[in-house]
């Protein structure tokens, strides 16, 4: 079985399995035609309001329309949530045992969510 490439952005063939042209989408979410085709051609990564407004439109999770973008992002934020989790090492403060609590289950909920992807 052939292994499909995975695209980086969704917005394309989710346009066009409803038929809509690049020119009504950029009317519905409200911004134009030259920037849903740059969206789909990946020369543009997405505005915050104009990625929530394809999510209320498609009815489908921002991480699903820009899955290269969104691991992107959850990469860099486990980075760094691991990196505060060393700085925060050996010191004994409430504070600081509520944080690492909560980094840990982040780390635990990433090892799943990993761990379930493999399975797919």
Known sequence: MKNKKRLQCYVRPYRLRWGLSQTE???IIGTGRNYISYL???KRRP???DAFALQVFFGVEIAELFPT???EIEDGVLARAYDLY???QGQHSEKTRIKLDFLEEIFESAKRK???NKKS
């Open 114 to 116: 990993t761990n379930s």
């Open 40 to 42: 789909e051609t990946e």
């Open 25 to 27: 989408l950029a009317f």
């Open 69 to 71: 973008l969104f691991s």
């Open 86 to 88: 060393e700085r925060l």
């Open 47 to 49: 505005k915050l309001s």
